[in-house]
């Protein structure tokens, strides 16, 4: 050990408020800094050694750690007897820093704790993540709100919205495609072609993507069933479908459950 470190352990030791939690100064900052402000000058003055604040903060940790170390060495002695993992100079410098003794022993318990308490954390946390992954698969489980990932992030919908868009869905499907044919069999919800129709071709090519969307052929299956002759709207449709696509998705919900609600009032006045 140098002789500017057992300088520096005295002049730590005289300042119980830079070690001592149970110090009343020791959560004083203004009080610590000065007290180390004052320990580097004496380093300087005694021993030409500069140190900074943090350079001796950092000095003295660094002589603390290798005090656990040798203290853990001593506990190991006294249970297995090995003396050997001893080294000549650690008890000398053992009885220096023993004064660390009752802190160190709050800290190590600290630590211990902290590592108890990360595991216990972490073993939730995995219970939760296994919770969530087979939330779908339990009928008891109900949650509250239901995640939908877009491309920019997440986007949370409460459960009463999303009783509310399939109960208008519902609806639609009873008034649009739940009337039966004359065979018997039910009316077709899918978008039908006909000869008299005018660009039909066109139509399946230009709305490859949106004629999957089950509101937009619920529109178009209301025209459809409405009159089996050449619609006069539906090169509106085809130019409204195109401008549908320039809409954000996440708004395009909105906008479906709009039209669907204009529909079916036109609908009930007719």
Known sequence: MKNFEYTMVKLVEANPCLYDRKHYDHFNRFIKLSAWKSICSELKRTHGVEYSISQA????????DRFVRIRRKKVEVEKTANFSVLKPNDEAFFRLMNFLNDNVTHRLANTEHRKQKHTSSCT???ETI???VHCDNSQEM???KIFIKEEDGFDMISQSEMDRVESIISEEDEYIGGDQSEDGGEASNVITT???????ETESKDNS???????YQKIMNCHTLSS?????????IESLSLQMKK??????????????????KYQSEA
């Open 228 to 236: 089996e002759k050449s619609f006069p709207g539906l090169s509106f």
């Open 130 to 132: 296994d919770m969530t």
């Open 247 to 264: 809409v954000p998705e996440n708004k395009q919900l909105d906008l479906q459950i709009e039209m669907l609600q204009v529909v079916r």
């Open 209 to 215: 993507g949106l004629g999957n969307c089950a509101c």
């Open 142 to 144: 109900s949650p509250q």
């Open 194 to 200: 006909t000869e008299n129709v005018e660009g039909a």
């Open 124 to 126: 939730s946390s995995e």
């Open 57 to 64: 903060i950092g000095k003295f940790k660094s002589l603390r």
